[in-house]
């Protein structure tokens, strides 16, 4: 079963977050998904990206923090298997930023971050909701849908996603590099109607517009 904030986050009591939070008054949402330390690793347990990825993540969660309008801060922390890197209770499981009190914590065990958890009751369907993190091609991809299937604007920003090379089990085992298949995944959401946006536009995506 998922856990989420609405439950005591496993082996995470130090950095329990509220769960009284409304989640109706907020019309801007930054969506962390498995900023975690397997992911952003040194190689080969990280993500090829991680020495890029994992400041640009850093420098967007500090943006949206010191905001004159913050947005809900959520971080989605993903729970692996055993003897997976991100194994609960494990190093690598843990989140990279520790979350502040009023940014919930929801725990999740399918690639669609919506599925099994609280994360649809904290988020309106009219939320705009900024997404980073970990993997495009599958938490990211399968959140960033299911948001845009329940009404949501979704932006994502390049550079602040990233995922492993894929091994190509019917092409004869060629490998796609990482870099790659970012960028499939890019277009594919911004042709479902997510909207892609660079670390340049950082300044803007948090002010009231």
Not at 9 to 21: G, M, W, Y
Not at 28 to 54: E, K, S, Y
Not at 80 to 92: I, L, R, S
Request: overall charge negative.
């Amino acid at each position: 079963m998922a856990h989420s904030s609405l439950d005591p986050p496993l082996d995470d009591a130090e950095h329990r977050p509220r769960t009284d939070i409304p989640p109706y008054e907020h019309e801007r949402v930054l969506l962390l998904i498995a900023v975690q330390h397997a992911m952003l690793a040194d190689r080969p347990v990280g993500v090829p990206a991680a020495t890029t990825v994992g400041p640009h993540i850093a420098q967007i969660l500090e943006t949206a923090r010191s905001t004159a309008n913050p947005p809900l801060i959520i971080h989605v922390r993903n729970i692996g298997d055993v003897g997976d890197a991100d194994e609960p209770g494990t190093p690598g499981w843990q989140l990279v930023h520790d979350p502040l009190p009023n940014e919930p914590v929801i725990d999740k065990m399918k690639n669609n971050s919506f599925a099994g958890t609280a994360l649809g009751d904290l988020i309106c369907e009219e939320a705009e909701v900024v997404v980073a993190g970990m993997q495009s091609d599958f938490c990211v991809r399968a959140t960033c849908s299911a948001a845009l299937a329940r009404g949501n604007e979704v932006l994502l920003i390049r550079g602040a996603h990233a995922t492993y090379d894929r091994l190509e089990v019917w092409g004869n085992g060629t490998i796609t590099p990482a870099a790659t298949v970012e960028k499939e995944i890019e277009l594919e959401l911004e042709e479902a109607g997510v909207v892609l946006l660079e670390m340049r536009d950082l300044p803007g995506i948090f002010a009231d517009r």
